[in-house]
C-alpha cells in the first residue's frame, strides 16, 4: 500500500473516446504530479500541481488536460489521442517544504493505457 | 541540457554484489534518488543523497560525488526477489525529478 490510489488500472481506447484517469493521495501531501512511462523511455513529468496550482506542463500535447479539484485528486482527461500515446501512465505525490527541499516521491500504481 | 546516464541492462548472480552506476549533467542539484520498479508495478524509493559519501541502508548502499557528477547504488547478498528496474533520478530545480532511463538488473540463480 503505497498510499496513492489510481484508477482505471488498464484503459483501452479508440482515438475518438475521451476518458478520464484518476489519482488520489491519502499521504496529505501538498504536491501531485503525472508521469508517462514508455517502453526503454525515461519516466517523462507532465505536469506538476503545487498546492493545487499548476506550475510545470511539459510542453504536453493538449489532447491530455489534467485537472487537481484539490490537493487529494488529480485528474488526467483524455480526448483524441493517438497510438503513440499509449502507455503507463503514474501519478506520483510528495511534500513539498519550499526550494531546495527534499522531495521524494510516492507512486501509484499506474495505468495501462492502450490506444487503438 | 539535462542528461543522466545509467547502463542499459545488468546481470548479476545470487548471492553475489552488483554496483549500478548513474552520471548526471542538471541544472540544479536537489540531491539523487534511487527508485527500484519491479515488471508493471510503480517505483518505489530506496534511497536518497544530497551530500557527498556513501549511505547505507541494509544490503542496499547509494554513493554521491557531486563534483563528478557521479553515484551508484551497491547492492549486497543479492536475491532473486531484486531483479527489477533501478532508476536514478535527480531533484532539479522547482521540485521537479529528472529521471534516468533504468537499468534493468537480471539475477542468475
Known amino acids: 500500500e503505497t498510499g496513492v490510489t489510481q484508477t482505471p488500472r488498464h484503459l483501452v481506447m479508440g482515438m475518438t473516446n475521451k476518458k478520464s484517469l484518476k489519482c488520489e493521495q491519502h499521504?496529505?501531501?501538498?504536491?501531485m504530479y503525472w508521469y508517462k512511462q514508455s517502453a526503454k523511455k525515461p519516466l517523462e513529468l507532465m505536469f506538476v500541481y503545487n498546492f493545487k496550482e499548476q506550475t510545470e506542463n511539459n510542453s504536453v500535447p493538449s489532447r491530455f488536460s489534467p485537472e487537481c479539484p484539490n490537493s487529494s485528486h488529480l485528474f488526467l482527461h483524455l480526448h483524441t489521442l493517438q497510438p503513440e500515446d499509449s502507455a503507463l501512465y503514474l501519478c506520483?505525490?510528495?511534500?513539498?517544504?519550499?526550494?531546495?527541499?527534499?522531495?521524494?516521491?510516492?507512486f501509484g500504481p499506474g495505468t495501462r493505457l492502450t490506444v487503438l | 541540457g539535462q542528461n543522466i546516464d545509467q547502463p542499459t541492462e545488468m546481470t548479476a548472480t545470487e548471492g553475489a554484489i552488483v554496483q549500478i552506476n548513474c552520471t548526471y549533467q542538471?541544472?540544479?542539484?536537489?540531491?539523487l534518488f534511487w527508485y527500484q520498479q519491479h515488471a508493471g508495478e510503480a517505483p518505489t524509493f530506496l534511497s536518497y543523497?544530497?551530500?557527498?559519501g556513501l549511505e547505507e541502508k541494509g544490503r542496499f548502499s547509494s554513493f554521491l560525488s557531486r563534483s563528478k557528477g557521479y553515484s551508484y547504488l551497491l547492492l549486497k547478498e543479492l536475491q532473486m526477489k531484486d531483479s527489477a528496474s533501478y532508476l536514478c533520478a535527480v531533484g532539479g530545480r522547482d521540485d521537479k525529478i529528472i529521471f534516468g532511463k533504468g537499468t534493468r538488473l537480471h539475477i542468475l540463480p
Open positions: 542538471t541544472s540544479g542539484f536537489n540531491g
Open positions: 499521504l496529505g501531501h501538498n504536491a
Open positions: 543523497n544530497v551530500l557527498d
Open positions: 506520483a505525490s510528495s511534500q513539498v517544504e519550499g526550494s531546495g527541499g527534499y522531495n521524494e516521491q510516492f
